[in-house]
């Protein structure tokens, strides 16, 4: 035998062995990974109502509107008001609520409060917190109630906006037309959340800048999203971290006759991209920002 022809064809089928190794190095392709809780970041109970809300909020949403009921009822020391209080106790609460406090989101339960307490005993005061969400033909709202409430049956009988909704009695919330819970939502959307803001009484939150605009060229920045808050006689406009074009926004609501004799006393912070006023009038400042474009959030 050979060795040495042995040896160089060992050698050579090796070699052809590895070659064919080297020709095609391309891993395994990995299965795509599911959609996961950072994608479609969930609704928790540790989340301020803004911020829940929006985990509820379909992409394509314009407008969210949330009221904070509790902290309502805490600025005028009525905590501990429900639908089992006395008649003249809610009266006084909706009293003090309709005359004094920004409610951007409405009272969604409301117009039907009475038919709720008589039907089914539970109603408006029962609700923690709402929020009514609209844009991309869809509109759709939350509604945290008390966990002494179950509006199963109103749910059932179809009362008033309560139709069609949805309950959840593990979480207490209504939910109807929102986003699914494998789809996107807002509170994935990093532009949201940063104007999403803290406890409140009331938030208005925004996709894009407002309608209008200044004849003239300005150095407005663009603006992806933003927000007014609304807590007792302060509110704060926010449009994102790191901003040069405050100063100039201030100057631009001072323009709007209606905004500058509702919004005083303006204090900008670029840094963090807010401006905080001092309101003459929470209910007339949040039908301002529900209702006209916000001066101090339009784009060139």
């Known amino acids: 035998m050979n060795v040495r022809r042995w040896g160089i064809s060992a050698l050579a089928a090796g070699l052809a062995l590895a070659m064919v190794g080297c020709g095609d190095d391309s891993e395994p392709k990995k299965p795509e990974a599911a959609p996961s809780e950072a994608d479609h970041p969930a609704y928790a109970t540790t989340m301020d109502p803004a911020a829940a809300a929006m985990s509820f909020v379909p992409a394509d949403a314009r407008t969210l509107a949330v009221t904070d009921y509790d902290e ?52 408006a005061a029962d609700v923690a917190w709402e929020a009514k969400f609209a844009g991309g033909g869809k509109e759709g709202f939350v509604i945290k109630v008390a966990d002494r409430a179950d509006p199963r049956q109103a749910i059932k009988a179809g009362i008033g906006p309560l139709r069609g909704a949805e309950f959840d009695p593990k979480t207490h919330l209504i939910t109807k037309n929102t986003a699914a819970p494998d789809a996107e939502n807002w509170a994935a959307d990093e532009a949201m959340v940063a104007v999403a803001g803290g406890p409140a009484t009331s938030t208005y939150v925004v996709k894009g800048c407002a309608e ?26 926010r449009v994102g971290e790191d901003r040069d074009d405050l100063f100039v926004r201030l100057k631009l609501g001072d323009q709007a006759a209606a905004y500058k004799k509702v919004f005083t006393n303006g204090v900008a912070d670029p840094s963090t991209g807010r401006i905080g006023f001092r309101v003459t009038n929470p209910v007339t400042a949040a039908t301002l920002v529900t209702s006209d474009p916000v001066p101090f959030a339009v784009c060139d």
Not at 86 to 94: I, N, R, T
């Open 72 to 123: 309502v009822k805490s600025l005028f020391g009525l905590d501990a008001v429900t639908s089992r209080s006395s008649p003249a106790d809610q009266k006084d609460l909706w009293n003090r609520a309709d005359k004094e406090a920004a409610q951007v989101s409405g009272g969604l339960l409301r117009g039907v409060d009475q038919r709720l307490r008589d039907k089914f005993s539970w109603g």
């Open 212 to 237: 209008g605009g200044p004849k003239e060229k300005t150095r407005l920045a663009p603006i992806e999203a933003y927000s007014v808050e609304f807590g007792g006689g302060l509110a704060t406009l």
